[in-house]
């Protein structure tokens, strides 16, 4: 019994597929080209397919589970489970207009001819607006839609801005925000669902892992107390004795996030020789 994962063949999210499931210590032989291949030492066979069709193939259930963006589970509305975010493939869906254009809010998109490769999720932003205006669905190089006279405004996927730049757009409005998930089909059977939990937790220690930072760092006896205050730790502080007298070597995990504030209360107490190490995999 195998699981059956679908990825992107060629894209933005190929990559970042491939190595979470490497992370996961999933080995897999990725020969150019190929539509199948199977893990070497865990029980999945991976198809490489076009994302807009992974969401199809799962529902199908022609694959079990699969990695793709909110953004094509929205667009899509295929009868499919989100089991988890990804962290990659971070992106959002906005609405650009020519940088000349005068614009205030949403309603001034009524009656305008705008250009996407998402006309579902948009249909549904400009609804909720109570914006009514003319969807024009192409399927790629969107950006270039107002320059060559095809619309006036566009709704498209953006991360750094620099293609709207480029292309004298500004953005507006943001319709989604987006990254990679994971989804599965509805109705796994129990083996299937038993190597998908297998593989979520794999998958929640190498993420877990990476949103930590492991530090260590030298304190002075008589501050210890203040100092492992403003350590979390996974169950409390590990603490360790010097070889000089007075001192202890305290080690504990930290959120990247709080990263910075704490180093600087941490040093402040009196801590020195701080290191901060990064985390292969985690699990609590
Ligand atoms: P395919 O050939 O598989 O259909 P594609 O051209 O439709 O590929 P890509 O451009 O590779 O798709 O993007 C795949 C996904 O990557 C998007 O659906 C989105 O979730 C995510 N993504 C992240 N950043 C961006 C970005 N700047 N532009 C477009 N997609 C992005
Ligand atoms: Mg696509």
Redesign the pocket.
């Known amino acids: 019994m195998k699981l059956k994962i679908a990825i ?6 190929h990559e970042d597929s491939i190595k979470l499931l490497k992370e996961c210590g999933i080995d897999i032989n990725n020969g150019v080209n190929k539509l199948k291949t199977e893990a070497t030492n865990f029980p999945l066979e991976v198809f490489f397919l ?3 069709d992974i969401p199809q193939y799962i529902e199908d259930g022609v694959a079990d589970i699969g990695v793709v ?1 909110e ?2 589970v929205l667009e899509k509305k295929k009868q499919v489970r989100v089991v988890e975010k990804l962290g990659f ?3 959002r869906l906005s609405m650009a207009v020519p940088k000349a254009m005068d614009y205030n809010n949403v309603k001034d998109l009524h009656n305008l001819k705008i250009a996407t490769s998402y006309p579902v999720i948009l249909g549904d932003f400009l609804k909720n607006n109570g914006v009514t205006a003319d969807i024009h669905e192409i399927s790629g190089s969107v950006e270039i839609a107002p320059g060559i006279g095809l619309a006036a405004a566009i709704c498209d ?3 750094s801005g620099s293609t709207l730049f480029m292309n004298g757009l500004k953005e507006v409005e943001t319709v989604l925000k ?1 990254e ?1 998930v994971l989804i599965a089909n509805e109705g796994l059977q129990e083996a299937q669902q038993l190597l998908l939990q297998k593989l979520l937790f794999r998958i929640q220690a190498v993420r877990k892992a990476k949103n930590n930072k492991y530090i260590l760092l030298n304190a002075p006896n008589n501050n210890l107390k203040e100092i492992i205050s403003l350590l979390p730790g996974m169950k409390s502080p590990t603490v360790l004795p010097l070889a000089e007298e007075g001192w202890s070597s305290v080690h504990s995990v930290l959120n990247e996030n709080d990263f910075w504030d704490i180093i600087e209360s941490l040093k402040a107490a009196g801590a020195q020789g701080i290191l901060v190490v990064p985390i292969e995999k985690m699990v609590i």
């Open positions: 992107q063949k060629s894209g933005r999210l076009r994302d807009d963006g953004n094509v493939g971070k992106c996927l953006v991360s987006s990679a």
